[in-house]
Structure formats: structure tokens, C-alpha cells
């Protein structure tokens, strides 16, 4: 009798501790569903041509750099030849125009201009006698004009001689330097712009992932908003969740949670919260029950821990986690 007595308070009191327990593990614990969202990338050219290699298939393994597409170079190499041989020229120009005037080009104005002085010389030398023999009654009046109209002529001569001599060593005016340089500039601009649209006709690959969808093919013409690749990126992976308003202050970005799948239970995925939102919204259709679709929840993104890439996307998830209180 004592016997049956004792065996049952222990059994009483087993009873008392495991519920207790359970209880207490479920108090401290938060279960959420929620989806797999991993992030796609749609890859294209910035600027237009004509598809000259696909390097992938749909479902490849592609790496961080890796060459995915390229367009015919041609147009681009040649606009970019000449953006070079236009700054050539316009370096040439503004080094002529910095630099003043070559010292053959100076002496040969000097040149000019004493052999317009030589020949002025000579032409008042002329009339003088001209001039001269003219009151004597020795020459012609026709004579004498002819003579005072080649001095008016040389003389005329000469003076545009040195005025292209005073320019010559003068040099270039500050304006003419000034829009020299501008089209240097300008040159040198293209020149990038042109480097750059060349530079533009390869598509390397941002991440790691797996090719999802390839939707052109080699031959056909593109322009800067047509997509060729839809890329699936190994990371990061994240999990869409809601968590209701009574439980929001149970959890913080940052803590550590459990991820598993239907397909695993028994192999659960780590990871943590990332973000938590603001802002309330009404409950996803998708999410839960249609008696809770209209609560107001939070939208929560779990980042989770993937290196064998087993999740995929829209995948429903369950997340368990240890909660503050």
C-alpha cells in the first residue's frame, strides 16, 4: 500500500517537471514560417550592339568575374582609334598655341621684313630723284607718280611685315590658349567615354550563383535595357517572415535562429535576423491562415547560412527562435 503511495507522488512529480519544462521551452521559444528569397540579378550591356558570344547555359555554375557575354568589339575599336588620333590632334594644336611660335617661323618673319625694308628704301631713294630731275625738267611727270606710288606701295608692304613679325613673337593670344585647351579637354573626354563603351561590351559575372534563365542568343541585336542572363546568387539568402505585434518584442536583429525545411526537418539551417520593419502591414495571403490575414505583422528578413545551396527560392520555411522572455 505505502509502496503503491510512493509511486504514484513520484509519478505526480514526474508529471509536474516535464510539463513544466516543455511549458517553460515553449515560452521561451518563437516558431515563424515564412519563404526562401534569394536574390536575382538581371544582366545586360550599357550599351547596344550585336551578340558575339554567350559563354553559359541555363543551371551553370558561374564565379565572381567570370566572362558571361560579349557584343562585336568592332564599332567600339574603331570609335575608340579615332577619339585617340582627335586628342593627338588636339594636343598638338594646344602645345602650338602654349608654346608660341617656332624660332625658324620668327626669323623668317625678320627675314621678310627686312627685305620689305631694303625695297622701301630703295623706293624713296627713287623718288627723291624723282623728284629732283622733275624741277629740273630732266624726267616726265608720269615719272615722278610712278615712282611716288611704288614708296606709298613698299612702304604699305612694309608695315604689314612688321606687324606679322610683332605677332610672330608675341605669340598666341590667351583666348586662342584657353579654347586650345578646351578641346583638349573636350578630346580627352571622348576619348574615356570612347574606352569605356568598349569596356562595356563584355558582361562579367557580380557574384556567385547559377544561371537561371539565358535569354538571347549570339547574332541578336541588343540595346542598353534588353536582358541576356538572369542570375541566381549563392549569397546572400534570405528568409521572408512576419512576426505578429504581441511577439515583436521577444526578438532583435542579430539573434540567432533555426531554419528548416519540410524536405529536412531533422537538418536545420543557421542563421540570424537581419532586419526587422518598421512598419506594420497587413498579413500575406501567402503566409497564413485566412482567419489571420488580416492582423497587422512586421516583416522580418532572416539571413541564413547556405554553402551547399540546398534552398531555393519560394521555398516555405519553418524558423525557430530563442526568444528574449
Not at 237 to 246: L, Q
Not at 284 to 302: F, G, N
Request: aromatic letters at 6%; hydrophobic letters at 40%.
Amino acid at each position: 500500500m505505502i509502496l503503491g503511495v510512493i509511486a504514484v507522488v513520484l509519478m505526480a512529480c514526474l508529471y509536474f517537471v516535464i510539463t513544466y519544462l516543455v511549458r517553460t521551452r515553449e515560452t521561451h521559444t518563437l516558431v515563424i514560417y515564412g519563404n526562401v528569397d534569394i536574390r536575382q540579378v538581371d544582366l545586360g550591356f550599357r550599351v547596344s550592339g550585336r551578340l558575339a558570344k554567350m559563354v553559359f547555359e541555363e543551371g551553370d555554375e558561374v564565379k565572381t568575374g567570370d566572362l558571361v557575354a560579349a557584343l562585336d568589339k568592332a564599332p567600339y575599336e574603331a570609335a575608340l582609334a579615332t577619339a585617340k588620333a582627335e586628342l593627338a590632334q588636339a594636343e598638338a594644336n594646344y602645345a602650338k598655341l602654349l608654346y608660341g611660335n617656332r624660332p625658324q617661323e620668327i626669323e623668317e618673319a625678320r627675314a621678310t621684313v627686312a627685305e620689305r625694308q631694303a625695297a622701301f628704301d630703295d623706293a624713296v631713294i627713287i623718288l627723291k630723284r624723282q623728284s629732283e630731275q622733275l624741277k629740273v625738267g630732266s624726267t616726265s611727270q608720269q615719272a615722278y607718280d610712278d615712282a611716288l606710288a611704288q614708296k606709298l606701295q613698299t612702304e604699305a608692304l612694309l608695315k604689314n611685315a612688321n606687324e606679322a613679325l610683332s605677332l610672330e613673337e608675341e605669340g598666341f593670344r590667351k583666348e586662342d590658349i584657353e579654347a586650345g585647351r578646351a578641346v583638349r579637354e573636350t578630346a580627352r573626354a571622348q576619348l574615356e567615354s570612347a574606352q569605356i563603351n568598349l569596356n562595356d561590351t563584355e558582361i562579367f559575372s557580380p557574384s556567385d550563383g547559377i544561371m537561371l534563365t539565358r535569354v538571347r542568343e549570339p547574332g541578336a541585336i541588343v540595346d542598353p535595357l534588353s536582358v541576356v542572363y538572369t542570375l541566381s546568387l549563392h549569397k546572400p539568402v534570405w528568409i521572408r517572415a512576419y512576426v505578429s505585434e504581441t511577439n515583436l518584442g521577444r526578438i532583435k536583429p542579430g539573434m540567432e535562429v533555426s531554419v528548416t525545411t519540410d524536405a529536412n526537418p531533422d537538418k536545420p539551417f543557421k542563421g540570424q535576423i537581419g532586419f526587422i520593419s518598421p512598419q506594420a502591414e497587413f498579413t500575406p495571403k501567402t503566409v497564413e491562415t485566412p482567419e489571420l490575414r488580416t492582423d497587422l505583422v512586421y516583416r522580418m528578413r532572416i539571413l541564413v547560412d547556405d554553402p551547399q545551396s540546398k534552398l531555393r527560392q519560394g521555398m516555405p520555411v519553418t524558423v525557430t527562435i530563442k526568444t528574449l522572455n
